[in-house]
């Protein structure tokens, strides 16, 4: 027990502005082990979100409510994820060749392509939370955060890891399969407890509709975003992995919506 919460602690430190203890004997192997908590710590940033929108919307406008949550995850993040989105846009966007790809990430410079994602994702993420229902926005962002951070942990299971050195290596670069069972148990827990809050359990046909509406998009974006990566680079990097979770945020979303709208 001792090793796992030493492994979730590491987690927490690296993905979050969150203060955790100092861990003594730190070792760059130790990151492994703390992938499987990745997921985990997205349902904390989700809850983090969710009770910031919560508060804000006794007070404010419902836009301002979500402006607000949406800030309070980029200030515990410290943008690591939108940063990310931004290199692998400006990589994948202005290099010809892998390795000038892997180059322009490395450059803390802002491009225009690194730019335009930024802003866009932010505005898809600002239009389309704005669009949910309130009575069920809250256990969106909890599921999303979560949800999103596991399909991170899924291209560093089914890719190779392309950079051996640079500012935005990932949490972990070799998985075993515990090591996937933990993070899909956790990101898929809070998917489902979604589905249990809104009461769909009720109907064996409504909840495979719900599950169904609401991870096509997710799992359309990841294959579509995992194969650019592979495409392009051969593998992913800390930033694409980023860009992953910033990515498959939005289109859980966006799936929410499309049910909300079939419903």
Known sequence: MKSQWRSFLLAVGF??????????DFKESD??????YFPLVGLLVGLLAAMVWWLAHGLFNPALAVLCSMAATILA?????????????????GG????????????????????????GILLFKFEA???LAPAILPFALIASHALSRLAAVYVMATANYVRTAGKAKPLATTLTRQDIVYASVFGLLCWLGFALMLGINQSLMAAGHFLLITSLPVLVVWQMWRQTML?????YTGDTLGATQQLTEVAF???LLAWERLA
């Open 15 to 24: 993905f979050t502005r969150i203060p955790v203890p100092a861990l003594p």
């Open 31 to 36: 990151l492994n082990q703390a992938a499987r």
């Open 77 to 93: 993040t410290g943008a690591f994820h939108e940063d990310g989105l931004a290199d692998s846009a400006d990589g994948l966007g």
């Open 96 to 119: 010809m060749t892998g390795e000038r790809k892997l180059e322009i990430m490395h450059d803390s410079r802002l491009g225009s392509y690194g730019a335009i994602a930024l802003v």
């Open 129 to 131: 939370l704005s669009a």
């Open 231 to 235: 495409r392009q680079i051969q593998g």
């Open 253 to 255: 979303y966006l799936g």
